[in-house]
């Protein structure tokens, strides 16, 4: 394998920690650029991965960074915005894509990873909306591009069945809205094995791969499951639309929007893929079952779970 300079943005967050100990692990020189890294104090990356303090929305400053690098892989992301103008999600997806497009092509970096979303383009939500928008900038970059739409994606310190399990602790009831919504949950060390296949294989160059588990869920069997994995004896109350998008509203004004009124439009487009990724690039991948004792288990702190992980997949 050749080892590349690659830079990443949003290599600070669930998948890019995962992504980037992969990557340094391969021998590959990592560069993270984070907008401040002080946000992630349990994030901790490997010794020789360099990190960079950068305003990521600086043009000038972007092409800097990427000068010299083979490959820039783009994971930033967000699921909510202030308010609910559109005008966040255009400024993190399609505005930061159009910078790092124009940044690589200026500092002639060959190859473009870019991280997006199941169903981008599709309903009503400004996320999925934005998503759309920021692959067709990428379809026309005239780079040597490669785009990946995860279903939810899980693991250990995910913002799924680690975050249900921490908000059933708190209460006997759970209402839920958009409980019949499906999701095809996929795993994040698939979704890592992907990113690292696309970037040796020159058949990945032009191609959008959906990236999906091989079950379906709707969200209130993953509620319920988190609650059966962790012993707790939970009700889980399915709201009606009515009352969901109700939920959403009062979501909009609690500060760091645990749900929003964006999320609920989301919602509405079942996260189930078409034509399976993992499968095109050779992977087998992994139920939910097979990680979920790693995510919610009882066995101790996080760092002993990942001693448990580590061990029992042998990654
Ligand atoms: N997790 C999932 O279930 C899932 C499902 C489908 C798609 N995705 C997509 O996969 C990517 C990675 O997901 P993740 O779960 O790892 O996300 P994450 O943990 O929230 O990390 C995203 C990273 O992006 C950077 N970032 C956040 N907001 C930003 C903003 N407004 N402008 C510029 N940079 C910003 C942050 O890095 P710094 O603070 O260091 O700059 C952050 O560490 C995202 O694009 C996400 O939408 C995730």
């Known amino acids: 394998m050749t080892a590349l300079r690659i830079c990443v943005l949003g290599g600070t967050g669930f998948v890019g920690h995962a992504l980037v100990k992969r990557l340094a692990a391969d021998g590959h020189a990592v560069t993270v650029l984070s907008r401040n890294l002080a946000l992630h104090p349990d994030r901790l990356l490997p010794p020789g991965v360099v990190v960079r303090e950068t305003d990521v929305y600086d043009p000038d400053g972007l092409q800097a960074q990427f000068t010299g690098m083979d490959a820039v ?3 930033v992301g967000i699921l909510n915005e202030a308010g609910d ?11 930061l894509t159009q910078f790092v497009v124009s940044a690589c092509r200026q500092a002639r ?19 999925l909306k934005s998503r759309g928008d920021a692959e067709a900038v990428v379809k026309a970059s005239g780079m040597a591009w490669t785009i990946f ?19 059933l602790k708190l209460a006997p009831v759970l209402p839920l809205a958009c409980a019949s919504a499906k999701f095809a949950p996929v795993f994040v060390g698939d979704v890592v094995e992907a990113f690292r296949r696309a970037l040796h294989d020159r058949s990945a160059i032009g191609e959008v791969f ?3 588990g ?18 707790l004896r939970r009700w889980v109350l399915p709201l009606p639309d009515v009352l969901g998008r109700l939920q959403a509203l009062a979501c909009d004004f609690i500060p760091g929007k645990p749900f929003s009124s964006d999320n609920f ?3 509405q487009v079942d996260s189930v893929g078409g034509i399976d990724g993992l499968h095109r690039l050779g992977i087998a991948p992994t139920p939910v079952a097979q990680v979920l004792p790693d995510i919610l288990g009882d066995a101790g702190d996080k ?10 997949r042998g990654r």
């Not at 190859?111 to 400004?126: C, D, I, T």
């Not at 091989?214 to 509620?223: C, K």
């Open 73 to 75: 892989i783009n994971l």
């Open 109 to 127: 970096v060959p190859r473009l990873l870019h991280m997006s979303s199941l169903n981008a383009g599709r309903g009503r939500s400004h996320y």
């Open 303 to 312: 760092q002993s779970r990942y001693a448990r992980f580590r061990a029992h």
């Open 265 to 267: 439009r989301s919602l």
């Open 214 to 231: 091989p079950e379906v869920f709707s969200l209130a069997d993953i509620v319920r499951m988190t609650a059966r994995q962790l012993g």
């Open 85 to 95: 103008s559109g005008r966040g999600f255009r400024r993190a997806h399609v505005e």
């Open 149 to 167: 739409e995860p279903s939810v994606i899980f693991g250990i310190d995910d913002g799924l069945f680690a975050r249900f399990g921490r908000l």
């Open 210 to 212: 959906e990236l999906y």
